[in-house]
Structure formats: C-alpha cells, structure tokens
C-alpha cells in the first residue's frame, strides 16, 4: 500500500425525510443563497421541503444551474453572494448544482480579479463560503468530495478545480428523491458511479486488499442495483443502495494508497465541451477502447476484477481481462448506454486531434498510473472510440 494522508469533513445525512433537519445544520441568522437547477425541485417537492427547513433564514434563491453547470451563469450568483453578503450556501440539485456552488464558493473567497483562473490556473481553495447540500440525483460523488467541474460554452472548455475548503459541510441524502428521475439520469448514475470506481482501481496491484475489496463491493452493488432502480426507482431499498454506493464510489475513501488514473475522464470531459454529451455517456464512450489500448499495463487488475466482480474464472489472466472488458461495455449497454461517438454524432471526424491539441496546450503529457498517457496515446484512444 501507498502512503497516504485522509480527511473527509462532510456530515452525511441520510435517510427519509432528512431534509426537515436543514434548520440544525444551518447557523442561526445565516443569509443563505438557494442554488437549484433548471426547474425539477419544483415539480417533485423538494422546493417545497427546503422552504419549509429554511423558514427562519433570509433566503434569497438563484435558480438555473444548467447540466455541466456553465461559467457565465455562476458568476450571476457570484455578484449576489457579494451584493447580498451572503454567508451559506444550499446546493439543491445534482453534480451539476453542486459543483456550481464549489465555483461560488471557492470564487466568493478567491482574491483575483479572474475566478475563472480557479479552472485554468488550476488554484486550490482552501478556505471557501460555508456551503450545504442536499443532493437529488445520486452520479458523481460532488455531495462528499471536494472536487468541481465547470464548463464555459464560449470557449468550449470544461475544466475541473477543487481544494480542501470545497468539501460541503453536509449533505442530505434522502433516497426518496430517485423517484422523479428520468431513466436516462438513473442510468447516467449507474454508469458515472461505476466508471468512478474504476478510475481508481483499474491501474496496479500495490497490496491494498482492503481498498480493493471496497472497489469490488461498490461495483457489485452497483451492477446488482441496476436492473431494479431501472425498473422503479421508487424502491425505496435499491434507490438507497444507489444512492450509498454513488457516494461511497468517489467520497476520497477509494483512492487513498493506491495509483490512479483519470485519464478516461479527462478526455471524456473533452466530449461534452465539444459535442455537450452526458457526462456518464461520454465515459463510456471512452473507458472501453482507454482499457483496451492499455490492456498490457492494466491486465492484473482486470483480470481481478473479472474474476471477482463478474465470477470470470475460466481461462488466462489476459483471457479474463479481455472477457472483463466486454462484460463492461456489456453493463453499460443493458442500461441503454451507447459506447462509441459515432452513435451520438456524425461530426466526429478530427475529435482527436483536437483533444489532442488540447491536452498538448495545457503540458497534461504524463497522465494515467504510469505517466504513459501522453496526448499521442489519447488520439489514438478516442479514434478508437469513433
Ligand atoms: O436541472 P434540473 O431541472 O434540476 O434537472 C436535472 C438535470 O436536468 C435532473 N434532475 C436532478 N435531480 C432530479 C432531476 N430530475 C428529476 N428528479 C430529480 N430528483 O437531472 C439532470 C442532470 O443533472 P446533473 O446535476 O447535471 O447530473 P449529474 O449529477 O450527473 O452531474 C453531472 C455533472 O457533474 C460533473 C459532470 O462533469 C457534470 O458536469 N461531475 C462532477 C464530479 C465531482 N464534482 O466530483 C465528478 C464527476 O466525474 C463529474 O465529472
Ligand atoms: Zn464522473
């Protein structure tokens, strides 16, 4: 195992009707700012379920955070929390909204003239306005975590930031929220939470037995999870196996002494800032020709993974890698997932040079577990993905 340091501050509060309890999570007398997306808490109950836990705060609410929360809308928000003073922050919503209010966060504290120099600049926060959540779609672990991803559609960008003062305070989790999501969003959930697990276990084995078996479990629960939150994700018992296993796939607590490798979501990223594709989608657009061209350097672990994640006892350890692969991109098309860009657009001719542009402008020349991800490795990955 690696050496590695920990801490994760964020209260988790989960459960049915959790969200009542906003009140003793929120310090008296807070100016509070209401973060929410585009319209969904409105229809499903949530708005009214806040408002009632925030009757004794001044609220001031700021709705539409689009998916893939854009730049130019944030820093609307960002001039009220300065003209306001405002002093907390309530994400209602998913990874999208979530993340918004990292951006605000981190920029509300941030002395520079440029917040979008958080992104570019890669500058860490660590002291951000106070923010809460409660989370409403379970996919990208942005409820535990202290990591953000921002797009700005004027330059086609999607950039992540982060820091240890953008961990939320709290997060109320309440699986009763899965019921109005729309198949399509649960099964983004489904395949975002699991291609999060294997970002940080699909690289080498260091002897970390116990993070493994952790990885293993959540990608378990997963797989067995899906066929019945597809089905009705008004099960109140898989939608809190859902909702758990997306936390727990990407809360910092996978990832501690062992390699990684974001490589998959880094170009995947470039995919929805050019052609604006699900962020789930996009993964699984990439992780199987990103596992296939680095079947060599990856081979023990997808040969562990298949043998105990998908029962593959047959054959060699490549066999069982190979085979693991396939029942991957298996998982992702039983839940309607699409695994290559041509089935999304017909414009994608020349996607990989410019990705690899991108990532030759920004020096990201040493990415994956090994440093070998360099940007002629992710052309060839992503033409492998036409
Ligand atoms: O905007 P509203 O109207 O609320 O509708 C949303 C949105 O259209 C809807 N939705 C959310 N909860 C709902 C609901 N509809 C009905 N009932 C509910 N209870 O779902 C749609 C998608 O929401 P969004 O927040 O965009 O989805 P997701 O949680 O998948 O977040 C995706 C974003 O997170 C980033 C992605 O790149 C993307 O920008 N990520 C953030 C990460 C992090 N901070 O750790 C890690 C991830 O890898 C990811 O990159
Ligand atoms: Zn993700």
């Known amino acids: 195992m690696l050496n590695f340091e920990f801490q994760n501050p964020t209260k988790i509060i989960f459960g049915k009707n959790q969200i009542s309890k906003l009140s003793s999570e ?31 705060y001044k609220v001031t609410e700021f709705g539409g955070v689009s998916a893939n929360p854009e730049y130019e809308v944030l820093l609307k928000a960002l001039k009220i929390i300065k003209d306001d003073e405002v002093d907390f922050i309530l994400a209602v919503g998913g990874g999208s909204v979530i993340d918004g209010v990292k951006f605000l966060s981190g920029a509300a504290t941030y002395a520079g003239d440029e917040p979008w120099d958080l992104l570019a600049k890669g500058i860490r926060t660590y002291k951000g306005l106070p923010f809460g959540t409660v989370l409403t779609l379970p996919a990208t672990g942005s409820e535990m975590n202290s990591g953000a991803v921002i797009t700005r559609a004027e330059t086609k960008e999607k950039r992540v930031m982060g820091g ?31 291609s999060h697990v294997i970002e940080q276990y699909m690289t080498y084995p260091v002897a970390a037995r116990l993070q493994d078996r952790i990885a293993e479990s959540v990608m378990q629960t997963l797989i067995e999870t899906a066929p019945k939150i597809m089905k009705d994700p008004g099960n109140y018992e898989a939608a809190s196996d859902f909702m758990w296993s997306c936390t727990m796939a990407l809360n910092g607590l996978l990832r501690v002494g062992t390699p990684n490798d974001w490589s998959t979501h880094m170009i995947a990223h470039e995919l929805t800032a050019l052609y604006g594709i699900d962020h789930a989608r996009t993964l699984a657009i990439i992780h199987p020709s990103h596992l296939r061209f680095n079947l060599e350097d990856k081979m023990e672990k997808l040969a562990q993974y298949g043998e105990r994640v998908w ?41 990989a040079k410019i990705i690899k542009q991108r990532f030759e402008e920004r020096g990201w020349q040493e990415l994956g577990e090994r440093q070998s991800i360099t940007p002629e490795v992710v052309e060839k990955i992503v033409e492998m993905s036409y």
């Open 26 to 56: 929120i310090p008296d007398g807070a100016k509070v700012l209401m973060v929410y997306g585009g319209g969904s808490i409105k229809r499903n109950g949530i708005y009214e379920q806040v408002m009632a836990a925030l009757k004794e």
């Open 164 to 194: 240890p003062g953008l961990f939320p305070q709290f997060s109320m989790l309440d699986p009763q929220v899965i019921q109005s999501i729309p198949k399509r969003q649960i099964a983004n959930g489904l395949v975002d939470s699991f």
């Open 311 to 351: 029962g593959i006892i047959e054959g060699s350890i490549e066999e069982k890698a190979k085979k693991a692969i396939e029942k991957t991109e298996e998982y992702f098309h039983s839940l309607e997932i699409d695994t290559r860009l041509s089935d999304y657009t017909n414009d994608y001719e020349g996607t």
